[in-house]
C-alpha cells in the first residue's frame, strides 16, 4: 500500500442549515483552516456531523475517505480482483480529485462516501482502485494526486498539558478482551495480542499477529504469517464531550514488505459516530520503517466529536513475511472547552429541571440545534431548532448522565443533564 499522503484543492461551502445542523462558526472555522498547511502531527481531522475529513501533514485542503461499517464486508469487495502472482492490486488506494454532480454523488455513496450539501463542484476523495476503474467506466471526471501528503514531520507535536481522556500501555495484558472488538477475516485467522517483549515502555506491547491458528504465539519469531486481515478496535467509545482540540498518538514499530503495488500494511482509522474512516496507512514505504525503533505517530482532531473509537488493521498478502507490526502507549487527549467560558454562552443557557425526570426545557438565544449523548457518547436525540425555548422528552431512556451540545449563532456549548 502507498504511505501517508492527500490532495490539493479547493472546497467550495454551500450552507442550508434548514437540511442539516452543521453552524455557520464551524463551517467558517473548516474553510479557514484551508488557507494555511497543517504542520502538526501526521495528520488532521476535522469532525463535523460525526463526519471526519481528513487531511495529512503539509497540506491544506481536507479529503473523504469511506465509512467503513462493515470491515469483512468491505476488504471482501474491493480485494475482489486482486491477483499478487500477476501484481494486479484493485485493493490499492489513492487520492483523486473528483468533480462532484448528482450522478458522482450517488456512485460515492454506493463506495461509502456521503458528500455533504455543503461542498459544491469538486473534492478529494480516497479510494480503492476497483472504485477509482468504475468512476472512470462511468465517465466521471477523475485527476489522481500522486504527489498529495507526501511530506512527513520532521516532529510531532504532541502538547504537554492536556487532559488525559484514554491511555493503554498494553500492560494489563488488555488485547483480545472485553474492552475490545477483534475482527480476523483473512485466511491464517490472526489477530492482535498483547506481548512481553519489543516495547516503547513497560513489560509489553502490542502485536499483529499473536493469536489464532497458524499464528506467530510469541515475537521470537520475527515472520508474520500469510493471507493475514486483522483489526482491532476500543470498545466502548472514549466520550470526547466538551473538549476541544483532540490530540490520538502511539509508537509504533513495524518492518512490512511492500515491493510492487498493496502487499503488507497497517492502517488506523476513526468512527466518531458514522462508522470507520481510514486516516493513515504504513508500510515499508513509510518513515521509521525497518529501523528496530518505535516512532511515535499523531493525529489533531478539530471540530466538536462526542466520542472517538478507533481502529488498527493489519493486511498481508502471501509473498514475503516480515517482522510484523507492534503498538505501544496509545494517548487520546484534549483541552477543556474555556473558550465557551470566555464568551458567557454557558452560563446564558438554561435547563430546568436539572435533574430530571425525563422531560424538560432548554432555553438560549438564537438556537440553531441541540444533540443529546450518552455518557458514553452515544448520540440518542437530534434537533434543529428555530426558536429560544424547546423542551425535550427522555422519559424512554435510561436514569444517568447525559450530555446536550446546544449550536447557537454566537456559537456552541455543552451542559450536562441527571436523568433520574
Known sequence: ?????ISVLVLFFSVNLSSQTVSQKELKQFYEKQQTPF????????????????????????????IITDYPQYYSRITALDNSALEIYKSAFSYIKVVINSFSKSLLHEMGIDIPTYVQNELIVYLPQIDIDRLLQEGINCIYLPNYGKQEPTKLNVSQNKVNLYYDSFEANTVPGSNFVISNTGAANCGWKDVNCVTKSGNWSLYCAGNGAAC????????HVNNMNSAFANYPPINTSGYVNLIFSFWMNFDLENSTGVTDYCNVSFDFGSGFQMAGTYNNQSSGDGTGNYVQKGFT???????????FRMVSDGSFTNMGVYIDDILLTGDLNTAINENDLTNAISIYPNPTNGIFSIEADNM?????????????????INNNKTTIDLTSFSSGIY????IT????????????
Do not use: Q
Open 1 to 5: 500500500m502507498r504511505t501517508f499522503y
Open 39 to 66: 504542520l502538526e502531527n501526521s495528520a488532521e481531522i476535522f469532525v463535523i456531523n460525526n463526519i471526519g475529513w481528513l487531511r495529512p501533514y503539509g497540506e491544506k485542503e481536507f479529503a473523504l475517505t469511506p
Open 216 to 223: 506467530n504465539p510469541t515475537c521470537s519469531n520475527t515472520n
Open 301 to 311: 482532531i478539530s471540530g466538536f466529536p462526542n466520542s472517538v473509537t478507533y481502529s
Open 368 to 384: 440553531e440545534s441541540i444533540e443529546i449523548t450518552s455518557i458514553t457518547g452515544e448520540t440518542v436525540k437530534e434537533l434543529v
Open 403 to 406: 450530555f446536550a451540545k446546544i
Open 409 to 420: 449563532d454566537k456559537g456552541s456549548a455543552i451542559k450536562k443533564i441527571v436523568l433520574e
